[in-house]
């Protein structure tokens, strides 16, 4: 399936903000905010946080299993799609984020 028909089987973010990507000290290591341009990306990380607890190897490549087709976009063109590239990153160096929500008010 495309990544928009992906989209719609996940669940809604509406009540989120943001969420917040913690390494193993707590420290945050990025925000994904709920805006145009980052919301799929919010409702995709949400969903593998909802999954798997953390952000792990395996929650990754799950994550580039949803983003379909901009997976491809994203190994080909680095930088591109940086939300792409983190799950990329996690899946080679084998590290694991925890995830934070930060509700909307």
């Known amino acids: 399936m495309a990544f928009a028909d992906n989209l719609k089987q996940l669940p809604k973010v509406s009540h989120l903000a943001a969420l917040n990507l913690l390494d193993a000290e707590g420290a945050v290591v990025a925000t994904i905010e709920n805006k145009p341009g980052q919301a799929g990306s919010l ?51 084998g590290e694991v984020l925890r995830v934070k929500q930060v509700f909307a008010v």
């Open 43 to 93: 409702a995709v990380y949400n969903h593998l946080a909802q999954l798997y607890g953390s952000i792990s190897a395996e929650a990754a490549k799950k994550g580039l299993e949803l983003y379909a087709e901009h997976t491809e976009d994203a190994r080909l063109n680095p930088g591109r799609h940086p939300n792409i590239d983190r799950l990329i990153g996690i899946i080679e160096r």
